[in-house]
């Protein structure tokens, strides 16, 4: 999603007429095989979309990005950078690979999709039933389920393949899109709601009419 914004602000603003965005992630290689509550979760993928100047109305409407680092430890690889180089002891206690604390990451992942979503309807104008499909971040089915009930979006205008694949990360929403545009479910004047969120903690949410 932060690439995204940023593609459409080059795109806005005449700095670019065309741009290629790209969210890709291997998640197997930084999860322990060992920890099965979280190693079940994630999975590799990678998409890609195109963005160029369209028609009148089209485009990217209004976005939300936000971090808190202050929830940096929730979800975090806490060795191999530079400030816990790899060592011995560091591999020793599995410290190469994710560390989540899948409770608080739950709680905070439901607030943060529920608080961006209605923010940019609202700076928008527009309420949960104007969106033609919502395609939010496949991270875990439970937390959409609950930001969905909270905001009250109808189920059926959410588009959901994290049975198929897990948590792909930067690769989730591109291939979220990709799939519901095969599917005949984008169509030219529809918007679409699209919002991620994960390690840092990090979250961005954008509207686009298609």
């Known amino acids: 999603m932060y690439a ?3 593609a459409g602000q080059y795109i806005a603003t005449g700095n670019a007429k065309t741009a290629l965005v790209i969210g890709a992630d291997t998640n197997s290689r ?3 095989p060992l920890d099965q509550r979280v190693y079940p979760l994630f999975g590799d993928g990678a998409g890609a979309a195109i963005v160029t100047s369209g028609g ?24 191999g950078g530079t400030r816990v180089p790899a060592s ?3 591999i020793q206690a599995g410290d190469q690979y994710v ?25 928008a104008g527009l309420s949960v039933h104007d969106v033609s499909l919502y395609l939010l971040h496949q991270a875990n089915i439970r ?16 588009f959901n393949n994290i ?16 799939e519901a545009f095969r599917a ?17 903690l990090t979250w961005g949410t954008a509207l686009f009419r298609w």
């Open 4 to 6: 995204l914004t940023t």
């Open 184 to 200: 005949g479910r984008i169509k030219p004047g529809d918007t679409l709601l699209m919002c991620g969120f994960g390690a840092g």
């Open 30 to 32: 930084f999860m322990n």
């Open 56 to 79: 009148k109305g089209q485009g990217l409407l209004r976005y939300q990005l936000g971090a808190d680092g202050g929830g940096g430890p929730l979800l975090v690889i806490p060795g």
């Open 143 to 158: 937390i959409i389920d609950a930001a969905v009930d909270q905001l009250g979006i109808p189920k059926e205008k959410v």
């Open 88 to 90: 011995t002891e560091m």
């Open 99 to 123: 560390k989540m604390d899948g409770r608080q990451v739950f709680k905070w992942a439901v607030r943060a999709l529920s608080d961006t979503v209605a923010l940019v309807l609202k700076e």
């Open 163 to 178: 049975q198929r694949y897990g948590n792909t990360s930067g690769g989730s929403i591109p291939i979220a899109l990709d």
